[in-house]
């Protein structure tokens, strides 16, 4: 339009960035989520087809176990988890439209651009809090508290789990089937490290089934809390970044999460990976009797480290740009996410 005055690139940016899957509420999750409730209770019993999305299915004999009520592994499985999807999309989509807007204005954050990224940071910062601690109650009642590594193969192969174990890994391939949606369908704005994150959603939609039903559900539990930890702290501290921190603030929680992440990530997940390298095709020759077919021993172990070993790959590229902001902090400037655009650094810049 003549006479009118060009855009800046960083409101250029912003306008790339805003797209109504972003800036509106998404009333289907909620009616999804109810529509598949109000089915349930209209006739409450087992035999009800939507049981399985809402409950958990095939529990074990109560004669056939020790303690409490273990449960089997099957197909309804998938109803479960397509169900819990919808559930964390709803949360989602409450948590960034209802519930961020009021603390990002009280946090200090009244930018719209940065008020989006708050919420969908929140988001994280809740659930993967949530669930860590979740994971942590789960993992102190197992042979693998706090990463005890001989206890991964006690009860080995974990054909039935309990009722908290089986909901916390269900709920969590939700999340992972979630965060793909997200990703391959573009609700969010991509950062420099979207085929880094593509490649990691790949691998672990491969490794969840998997895992899962190769009945070694106690490597998962040892993988996913460090990852939950660590992904909690790194959204919780980008809360704080779009507030605009002090120093005060920002440099030691920067230092705590660079050290947990390191912790967590690397040591952690380093002598995860090597007990599965070392240790785990032993132990399903001798418990699946396959000694006389160490082909599906050599198969199943070189897929699975493959794909924890992907994973370790890809916290080292990421560690390696914690560590890029790691030199920049050390010369005084506040940390940031150097997985942003060039965009968002402008829109940052210009605020």
């Not at 479960?80 to 200090?108: E, K, Q």
């Not at 603030?249 to 990976?273: D, E, Q």
Request: net charge positive; glycine share 6%.
């Amino acid at each position: 339009m003549a006479g009118a005055k060009p855009q800046s690139q960083a409101r250029r940016g912003v306008d790339k960035f805003e797209r109504p899957t972003e800036h509106s509420s998404q009333p289907i999750f909620y009616v999804s989520v109810a529509a598949v409730l109000a089915g349930y209770y209209a006739y409450p019993h087992k035999t009800n087809p939507l049981y399985p999305a809402i409950f958990l299915s095939y529990p074990v004999p109560t004669s056939m176990t020790s303690t409490q009520t273990q449960y089997g592994k099957g197909p309804k499985d998938l109803i479960y988890v397509g169900f819990y999807t919808l559930v964390l999309f709803a949360a989602r989509d409450f948590i960034r439209h209802y519930v961020s807007p009021v603390l990002a204005r009280s946090w200090g954050v009244h930018d719209a651009y940065k008020q989006t990224r708050f919420s969908q940071e929140l988001y994280q910062a809740v659930y993967f809090a949530s669930m860590a601690a979740f994971g942590l109650y789960i993992m102190r009642g197992t042979p693998v508290w706090f990463f005890n590594m001989p206890g991964l193969f006690v009860g080995f192969p974990h054909r039935t789990l309990d009722a908290g174990f089986k909901a916390f890994y269900l709920i969590q391939s939700a999340n992972w089937v979630q965060q793909a949606a997200v990703t391959f369908l573009g609700l969010e704005k991509a950062r420099k490290d979207t085929a880094v994150m593509v490649s990691h959603h790949i691998v672990t939609l491969t490794a969840i089934p998997l895992i899962y039903n190769a009945h070694m559900t106690s490597f998962a539990l040892a993988l996913i809390i460090p990852h939950d930890i660590s992904d909690a702290l790194l959204a919780f501290g980008k809360c704080i970044s779009y507030s605009g921190p002090s120093t005060l603030v920002a440099f030691p929680y920067f230092t705590l999460f660079v050290s947990s992440w390191i912790y967590f990530r690397h040591y952690v997940g380093s002598i995860t990976f090597w007990t599965l390298l070392t240790k785990y095709k032993p132990a399903i020759t001798t418990v699946y009797g396959w000694e006389n077919e160490q082909w599906k021993a050599t198969l199943l172990h070189g897929l699975v480290v493959s794909l924890f070993g992907a994973l370790q790959i890809m916290n080292a590229y990421w560690l390696s740009l914690i560590l890029k902001v790691v030199a920049k902090a050390a010369s005084g400037t506040i940390p940031k996410d150097e997985r942003e655009s060039e965009d968002e650094v402008e829109i940052e810049k210009s605020n």
